[in-house]
């Protein structure tokens, strides 16, 4: 199945789009950027030249993906969230060596109008809350809030908040088992693929 794109959108030669994705209106993804298979890229979304997306990604109208972002598989961008790459911008200099890696791991969520400041990486199936600034890494799992953005519990890999572990804790919705060992949450079982 080849990738549908859009009519006004704007998609560079160079620039890989996997099968089975979806380029929406007003979309420009740039040269050499990289998307992998049944994503989805909504409205007004802006993708750079260096930009990695997994497969399975949805990323909400309003979007800007700069150099230096990589989404792994099944990440969620909310509508407006914001990516930085550089940490002390000013307009009259240059500082596009300085682009740094800002790193979203697999399953993990970013909601609505959530701003992730450059450098760092989400752990897998992270849950940011919408409007949170993510100011350092978020550890596999979290589920953190606020700004800047703080660990306030844990998310099942199904995306539901989970009780305190004490140390072992089951997801109601889903039944995946987990345990927290070392201030860091483990999946025990799963009974999801």
């Known amino acids: 199945m080849c990738a549908t794109i859009h009519s006004t959108a704007i998609v560079d030669d160079d620039a890989i789009i996997g099968a089975g994705s979806h380029i929406w209106h007003w979309t420009h993804v740039r040269e050499g950027a990289r998307i992998g298979r049944d994503c989805t890229l909504g409205q007004n979304v802006y993708v750079a030249p260096t930009v990695v997306v997994g497969d399975r990604v949805k990323v909400q109208n309003n979007v800007s993906l700069f150099d230096g972002v990589i989404l792994k598989d099944d990440v969620f961008c909310g509508p407006s969230t914001v990516f930085t790459n550089v940490i002390t911008p000013r ?33 897998e199936y992270a849950f940011v809350g919408a409007g949170a600034v993510v100011t350092s890494d978020v550890q596999a ?53």
Not at 149 to 160: F, L, N, P, Q, T
Request: with cysteine; proline share 5%; glycine share 8%.
């Open 91 to 123: 307009s009259h200099i240059d500082r596009s060596d300085q682009f740094e890696t800002t790193q979203v791991d697999r399953g993990a969520t970013l909601g609505a109008n959530t701003t992730i400041l450059c450098g760092i990486t989400i752990g």
């Open 141 to 193: 799992h979290s589920l953190v809030i606020g700004n800047p953005a703080r660990h306030v519990g844990w998310s099942c890999r199904c995306g539901v908040r989970l009780a305190e572990p004490t140390p072992t804790v089951h997801c109601e919705k889903c039944d995946d088992h987990y345990e927290l060992r070392d201030h860091t949450l483990h999946l025990l079982t799963s009974r999801s693929p």
